[in-house]
């Protein structure tokens, strides 16, 4: 397994700079859809999106940690479930949380405040976590991780869209409408087409490993989905809270993880098909969770929405 701590991806600078540009771009089609009562959602019922920002920020990092300490896992492999652990929520838990009947409004909530969170959040985890650990903390000393430096990076990419939108939105409402299909469809397929470039080029590698990061993620993931049910269930919320908070801790910003790696770590092999496998896989894990609740919610009879 420790062959796959010498992979370094093939990323070029123009397309790492496409790629952070792109990532831009689909924060400020989330953030177009955003007002402030979404935030304020946290104000008037603080119980549930406070019950998902914990196990987004607090829970899945420490127990993403201890799984790589259970697992004995590369180096590489280890910092990479860290980061992925470690990032927001992604805007595509929203569209889960509405087709498996979950709070879709606490699902968008969360997804907003763990977003504007993780400027400070994401630099915070990823430092302390991945420095609890030797081998870990070895790779973030052989590329002089700056925490400093790694905000104002995430903060380009999330923050700055976010207010952007949000104030368009706010301004100017109806051309802010008209704005987010178009942002959100052409940026999300931008993405997927630069990334399909990007394994192409490096396909042999990914394939190479995927026998080693394939259990990891599915182990990973599955640990995501426990911990944001659990935390639902004994924060005692309600079935479609639950939900939400679970589909939102499950459902990570993958991309955000791939720009980070690509930025700071020099695309090194194993964090890099880490989150690119992530990003894959919590979309497959998604879809069947949400096929798992709707069979449950027709056999208990219960009538559709």
């Known amino acids: 397994m420790e062959r796959i701590d010498a992979i370094v991806l093939d990323f070029e600078p123009s397309t790492l700079i496409t790629l952070n540009v792109i990532l831009g771009l689909i924060m400020f089609g989330v953030a177009l859809s955003l007002r402030i009562s979404d935030f304020r959602f946290l104000l008037t019922r603080p119980r ?43 805007n595509i838990s929203n569209f889960i949380a509405h087709i498996t009947r979950a709070n879709t409004a606490l699902s968008i909530s969360v997804t907003a405040v763990s977003t504007a969170a993780a400027v400070v959040m994401t630099p915070l985890n990823v430092t302390f976590w991945g420095t609890r650990s030797a081998d870990t903390r070895a ?17 380009l990419l999330l923050g700055v869209p976010l207010v952007l939108g949000m104030w368009i939105n706010h301004r100017f409402p109806t051309f802010a409408a008209r704005l987010v299909k178009p942002f959100k469809v052409g940026s999300i397929v931008l993405f997927l087409l630069l990334i399909a470039v990007a394994f192409q080029a490096n396909f042999g590698a990914f394939l ?10 599915a182990i990973h993931n599955a640990l995501a989905w426990a911990v944001g049910y659990g935390a639902g269930l004994v924060a005692r919320l ?11 801790v499950a459902i990570q910003n993958s991309g955000l993880g791939l720009v980070l790696i690509f930025g700071f770590f020099g695309g090194l092999g194993g964090m890099a098909v880490i989150a690119a496998w992530w990003g894959i896989w919590h979309i497959i894990a998604g879809l069947t969770m949400a096929s798992v609740w709707n069979l449950l919610h027709r056999k208990r009879g219960a009538p559709d929405d």
């Open 48 to 90: 549930a999106p406070l019950v998902g920002l914990t196990a987004q920020f607090l829970l899945l990092p420490a127990a993403t940690w201890g799984l790589t300490r259970i697992l004995g896992l590369p180096p590489s492999v280890s910092l990479g479930m860290i980061l992925v652990s470690s990032c927001p929520g992604g």
């Open 139 to 155: 790779l973030i000393e052989e590329f002089h991780l700056s925490p400093v430096e790694m905000f104002g990076n995430v903060m």
């Open 208 to 217: 190479a490993v995927i026998g080693v990061i394939f259990l990891p993620v």
């Open 238 to 248: 309600p079935g479609d809270d639950v939900r939400a908070v679970s589909i939102e």
